[in-house]
């Protein structure tokens, strides 16, 4: 399978970088009582620190409301992902266990302040291609309705498209009989490519920690657009 942006996003927006972790024979299941005290602890201190410096002042999520501005979407109508966990946070709506997988993508897309989808490879057909959507571009989303991705980056596969920074999918969300998942982070164009490749090898460590298995990291760029997992 090859991941790759495509050739519009190189010349429009160079400076964007995406990273990908692939993972193989892991093992999903409850998360266990250490990540979900860390979830909720990280979660409560996040709180307290968004009463000093609101939301949309967070590094990350400014730099990732600013893309969002540049791509032709409006921000305050189609937040990403993390900015609107942060919000829910903010608000002191913690979120509940659910599984290890999703459970720890949640802390990473909090812990780095970037949107992170991850994937379940049985379903997903073909090469991987990361793009800006149009007013075609849709689907049924993990919030219970159908979902327009205008001017949204998303992620397609021979089916069609599968996952955003706004919202995943259905189709291939990840579940307990997961084995091989595909991991993406919208990663802050602020960041060196060597702050980026220590940020993909610290989180594939800790999620290979909880959940075994292998796992290859790689980084796409302008320079390098695609990569073979």
Not at 98 to 105: E, G, H, I, K, R
Not at 120 to 126: E, F, R, S
Not at 144 to 158: A, E, H, K, Q, W
Not at 172 to 200: G, H, M, W
Request: proline content about 4%.
């Amino acid at each position: 399978m090859e991941v790759s942006l495509n050739p519009s996003l190189n010349i429009q927006h160079p400076e964007l970088k995406i990273g990908i972790i692939h993972y193989t024979k892991i093992v999903v299941a409850e998360s266990p009582q250490m990540i979900k005290g860390r979830m909720q602890l990280y979660q409560e201190n996040l709180y307290l620190e968004m009463q000093e410096i609101p939301v949309t002042e967070r590094l990350g999520i400014a730099e990732w409301r600013q893309l969002w501005k540049k791509f032709g979407a409006d921000p305050n109508r189609y937040r990403h992902s993390t900015e609107s966990l942060m919000r829910r946070i903010s608000k002191q709506n913690y979120l509940t266990p659910f599984q290890s997988a999703v459970d720890l993508n949640n802390f990473f897309s909090l812990q780095y302040e970037i949107p992170v989808g991850l994937y379940d490879i049985a379903y997903l057909k073909g090469n991987v291609e990361i793009a800006l959507g149009n007013v075609e571009t849709g689907y049924e989303g993990l919030n219970g309705r159908f979902n327009t991705l205008n001017n949204i980056l998303y992620s397609s596969d021979l089916e069609g498209a599968f996952g955003s920074p706004f919202v995943d999918s259905k189709r291939t969300a990840v579940s307990e009989t997961t084995t091989d998942a595909l991991q993406i982070f919208y990663l802050r164009p602020s960041l060196s490519d060597n702050q980026c490749k220590e940020l993909l090898d610290s989180a594939g460590k800790m999620f290979n920690q909880i959940h075994g298995g292998d796992y290859n990291t790689a980084l796409l760029t302008n320079a390098a657009p695609s990569t073979t997992l």
